[in-house]
């Protein structure tokens, strides 16, 4: 991990050295030593003034440097943009020409599988032969469905009958 922060670091540093030579033109030579030389501090009179002024110079340092890393991850993220943006279209281009073969090959076979008359006529067969099976099935389910209900009722008349003579028997023997 720290062989990365160490790449990371070198890169950045990197990056502010080669703004700071890009700017060199307009950095005015007397702005530059003024600035060193508040860095670096002056004898003066007051304690105070010194402070003051070394704060003031760190302070336009710091942000001098934010800046330029701000500046520099702006035009990262531009790049970025950039970058995606073409690709976005490219992918675009690559979905309409998909969308234009795939035209093409539905107009040119005249249907969508690109399958012959012949085919597809056999396939309008089978499909027919496959609705007329069903239709059977679905028949002689509804056929064996309503035999089930007859079945059930006859039983439990048939349940009704031998409980009443059962009953009745009951009744006779008990008399006797």
């Known amino acids: 991990m720290t062989l990365q922060w160490t790449v990371i670091a070198f890169v950045l540093y ?58 520099l991850r702006i035009v990262t993220l531009l790049a970025r943009c950039a970058h995606l943006e073409l690709a976005a279209e490219a992918a675009m281009k690559q979905a309409e020409g998909a969308g234009k073969a795939a035209q093409s090959f539905i107009d040119k076979d005249g249907n969508a599988e690109g399958l012959s008359a012949g085919e597809a006529n ?4 089978d499909l027919k032969e496959t609705k007329e099976k069903l239709n059977k099935a679905e028949t002689d389910r509804d056929t064996m469905k309503t035999q089930a209900e ?21 009744r006779d023997k008990k008399s006797d």
């Open 14 to 71: 990197s990056e502010i050295a080669t703004i700071v030579v890009l700017l060199l033109p307009w950095i005015r030579p007397t702005i530059h030593v003024d600035a060193s030389k508040e860095l670096t501090g002056r004898v003066a009179e007051a304690d105070a003034v010194i402070h003051m002024r070394l704060f003031r110079a760190q302070r336009n340092l710091y942000l001098s440097g934010f800046s330029l890393l701000l500046a």
């Open 122 to 125: 056999k396939l309008r067969g």
């Open 150 to 170: 007859n079945l059930q009722e006859e039983y439990e008349r048939v349940t009704e009958q031998l409980r009443a003579t059962e009953t009745s028997h009951g």
